[in-house]
């Protein structure tokens, strides 16, 4: 299309839509004709490719196959008992996948972007997906552009058009019509979807929305959805490899075991495969996917959205949290409280004229801290609409953190008024000789304002007889006449007292980022807490001055950054990590994006944010409130706790499984398990009290610890330790209990040995979920779907002991009730021994511990 040749009124006449906006029921005809603005995607996983899945291990083929022949053999209720042990076991393998699927994709849809477009003549923000050909769309720095674009209004708008055309320079957009027939890179009053607004601002009329722009056409090229493992998942997949080599060598000698003994071949090879499958850890990464899904689920439900999985790993991990000031640590509700007028009037007409603020059906549209000098200036009697009409707005050089300033250009009179605002650094630097004068006395005001914590903004302004040839910065933004300052309150939120006070007491660091004056970031870093007299606050200047040695070796007592570009978070998260720290950051911007990626977690403003930060950032803050950064590392470390618990708790049981076949023939035992037996043992309790684990609530002084390692192995901290001396531990049960059973039960010793081997697993569960605590401690209802699926599965165990059709399957005689009674005691041991270690552990630990919070 030649949409780029065209004037913009007449794209807009093409497109029957107007320059001021669709009709809301036109724009709703619209999406019904022309389908969401969203690019296809590939379709799901169908359901059935779901559930074979389920049996595409090679150990389950492997069972299948063995009961197979052996059904057709001799033992068909062996065989078909089997077969019904796998289709649960696969049935719920993939609920669980599903609810996972389903919780990543309800966050998706948190996730998704929204777009100021006009309808009905006023701005309204939308779910990009809803906007349609002929909306007239504003754009802003930081945004993906969400379709295809004639530009209409351009104010400096710079794009990053990488993703589209591969060109790394951003490219200066212009709203003029072209005269050439120019290829795709070069139409620069076109705006195309995918690519990002890297500064400035404009609007334009929507020419192309979903897959029929320029990025839909090339989409099919883009559709990869790979999901890799997190870190953690790939480490249990290498030791799920490593253990499955070693259990299937033990299986084999089982195998050759049972038939010198005498045991029929298929007995012995269904019983060797079943107890692969038992044994083998295969099913660990998906339980930690569902682990890791579930706790995404809870965060969202925090107002922490997790955009990669890794993040959930690794935020409970953190040490040190950067956070900017602004909307984080303070609500980001800006009233002006103090005026210091050098020119009264031209002060409140710059406050009112170099502004962004928009007037939406609902109130105003616009960042805080334009809506508050908006507010004062209109309480002042300087109406931004009436002012406009007596000095047109001719350009804009929109804000920017790095310069620190705005300026807007008016027709006044045949001349033109240059309205501008920033920081008083930034301004006073631009102001002519007349002000340079009196730089001293300006900067003492501004002190005086900051040290009680107010955002200070300067305003100056300059007329001009002709306007430039070309606007730039340099041209306009120069010898200026200084008009004052406004100071502006933002309360601090009253949570993030206590977040940073719990944040020191669980040894992670909070310091504060931001771009505001270093006396303001003080006054409110001292309030909150994340400084005190003797912190050290860092200036921007500073910290260009200073090479990264010497950033090392201050950066540790540094609690307060203040007049910080964007890039210069980046050096700050470099030189934290040089000095081994793991660092979540917070930011907003587009220039933000660096620093978000490099930090070991990057956290996003839901609210505040630019869809670039979003999209570089692993984690989203939905209120865009610290606080909910200390939740989300409580809940990150819960999680991990979680997920711990349960590798403690399977590893040994799987290991017992093993080993008690193994080496009972070492002893002088009849082989103890029968194949359904073993499958049996292994589908109870794997999979509920697995699931229950991971919903288990923190422990108490979860945050009065110091943070984990973060490269700290899964089995360090005595994980591994406990892995061995539990298993060991259970086998002894296990092999005492058939020694005593054959001795004295007679042909009851095998229900005897089987219904240990699933009471104990069952005990275990019990004790394993406080690695301190003693379960009546933390109470034996706090977990209330661990307490069901150990009653459930005790039950479903009984049943199958005394229920004569489950005797048939499962080959069990109904025990007396001293047997039953010998059965729970002995299973119950290993609780017993776990809460006694535990108990010497708290004696012990009490006498050394008391840690150390770091200020
Ligand atoms: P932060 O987000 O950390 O508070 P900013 O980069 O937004 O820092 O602001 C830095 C400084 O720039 C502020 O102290 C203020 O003086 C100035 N400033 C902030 N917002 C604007 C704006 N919209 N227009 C002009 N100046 C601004
Ligand atoms: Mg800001």
């Known amino acids: 299309m030649n949409y780029h040749k065209q004037p913009f009124e007449q794209v807009v006449a093409d497109k029957q839509s107007d320059p001021v906006g669709l009709s809301a029921a036109d724009a709703a005809k619209r999406l019904l004709s022309h389908g969401p603005n969203s690019l296809y995607e590939a379709p799901p996983e169908p359901l059935w490719r779901k559930m074979t899945r389920q049996f595409s291990d090679p150990m389950i083929i492997m069972l299948i196959i063995a009961a197979a022949i052996a059904g057709l053999l001799q033992e068909p209720v062996d065989a078909i008992a089997i077969l019904v042990i796998i289709l649960v076991n696969a049935a719920i393998g993939f609920s669980q996948e599903y609810r996972a699927e389903k919780a990543m994709l309800a966050l998706k849809g948190l996730a998704a972007t929204h777009s100021t477009v006009l309808r009905d003549g006023q701005p309204l923000e939308i779910l990009s997906e809803n906007i349609v ?113 070693a259990v299937l060598a033990i299986c084999a000698v089982v195998l050759v075991f049972g038939l010198l003994q005498g045991e029929p071949l298929f007995k012995m090879l269904l019983t060797s495969v079943a107890l692969a499958v038992a044994a083998i850890p295969e099913a660990l990464p998906a339980v930690i996917t569902v682990a890791l899904a579930i706790g995404a689920k809870c965060l969202a ?39 210091s007028p050098v020119d009264y009037q031209q002060l409140f007409m710059a406050a009112a004229l170099c502004n962004t603020v928009r007037r939406a059906a609902d109130g105003l549209l616009g960042d805080p801290t334009e809506t508050a000098l908006f507010d004062a200036a209109m309480q002042k009697g300087f109406e931004k609409a009436n002012l406009l009409e007596e000095y047109p707005l001719v350009a804009e050089l929109p804000f920017d953190s790095e310069r620190k300033l705005m300026s807007t250009i008016h027709r006044a009179n045949g001349q033109y008024l240059v309205m501008i605002k920033g920081s008083a650094e930034s301004v006073l630097s631009i102001c002519g000789a007349e002000d340079v004068a009196l730089r001293g ?83 409110i870093a001292k309030n909150l807490n994340i400084a005190n007299s003797e912190s050290l606050v860092l200036t921007g200047k500073e910290l260009g001055e200073y090479s990264d040695q010497e950033l090392d070796a201050i950066v540790l007592k540094t609690r307060v950054f203040a007049r910080v570009s964007p890039e210069q978070k980046l050096r700050i998260v470099q030189s934290l990590q040089r000095l081994d720290q793991f660092v979540a950051m917070t930011g907003d911007g587009v220039n933000d994006a660096p620093a978000l990626k490099t930090a070991n977690v990057g956290i996003a403003m839901g609210k505040a944010g630019t869809d670039v930060s979003r999209e570089a950032a692993q984690m989203i803050l939905l209120d865009d409130n610290f606080a909910t950064i200390v939740n989300a590392v409580e809940e990150g470390r819960r999680i991990f706790d979680n997920i711990i618990k349960f590798i403690r708790y399977i590893l040994p049981s799987n290991a017992c499984e093993v080993l008690v076949v193994f080496l009972a023939p070492f002893f002088g035992l009849p082989l103890p398990l029968l194949p359904v037996q073993i499958l049996w043992v292994n589908l109870v309790t794997d999979s509920l009290p697995c699931l229950a684990l991971s919903l288990e609530p923190a422990e108490h002084g979860i945050m009065n610890k110091p943070p984990r390692p973060p490269q700290a192995g899964v089995f360090s901290d005595g994980t591994g330790k406990y892995i061995i001396v539990v298993g060991i531990v259970l086998t002894a049960i296990l092999l005492g209990m058939q020694y005593f059973a054959v001795n004295n039960s007679g042909s009851h010793w095998q229900t005897m040995v089987f219904s240990t081997l699933c009471f104990a697993q069952l005990a275990h ?29 005790v039950i479903a165990q009984l049943a199958i002991i005394y229920l004569p059709p489950l005797q048939l399957i499962f080959k069990t005689e109904a025990l007396s009730l001293a047997e039953l009674l010998i059965v729970v005691a002995i299973s119950s041991v290993i609780f017993w021994l776990l809460e006694i270690w535990k108990y010497f552990c708290r004696n012990h630990k009490s006498q050394n511990s008391a840690i150390t919070a770091p200020v």
């Open 441 to 523: 006395k300006y900067f003492a005001e501004v002190e005086k304002l900051a040290n009680d914590g107010l955002r200070v903004i300067a305003f100056a302004y300059k007329y001009l007889a002709e306007l430039p040839l070309i606007i730039t910065i340099e041209t306009i933004e120069t010898g200026a006449c200084f008009s004052g300052l406004i100071g502006l309150i933002d309360p601090p939120r009253p949570e993030a007292r206590a977040a940073v006070a719990s944040c020191h007491a669980a040894g992670i660091i909070p310091v504060m980022i931001t771009g505001d004056h270093p006396l303001t970031a003080l006054t």
């Open 765 to 793: 569960a019990l004790a394993v979920r406080s690695r301190t605590e003693s379960i009546f401690a933390i109470g034996f209802c706090s977990n209330k779907t661990m307490l069901f699926s150990v009653f459930g599965s």
């Open 133 to 245: 050909p002929g909306d007239i769309v504003l754009i802003e720095t930081g945004q993906f552009i969400p379709a295809d674009i004639r530009l209409g209004d351009v104010q400096l708008l710079r794009v990053d058009e990488s993703a589209l055309t591969g060109e790394s320079l951003v490219v200066e957009k212009t709203a003029q019509p072209l005269e050439n027939d120019v290829s795709l890179p070069d139409r620069k009053n076109m705006l195309y979807k995918g690519t990002i607004a890297a500064y400035g601002r404009g609007g334009g009329v929507v020419v192309a929305t979903g897959m029929a722009t320029e990025l839909g056409k090339i989409a099919q090229l883009l559709n990869e959805t790979s999901v890799s493992a997190t870190p953690l998942q790939q480490r249990m997949q290498d030791f799920g490899r490593k253990i499955g080599w």
């Open 301 to 339: 439900k925090r107002n922490a959205l997790i955009k990669s999985m890794p993040a959930v790993e690794t935020i409970g991990s953190i040490t040190y949290i950067c956070s900017d000031k602004t909307g984080t640590l303070t609500q980001n509700i800006m009233t002006a409280v103090e005026f």
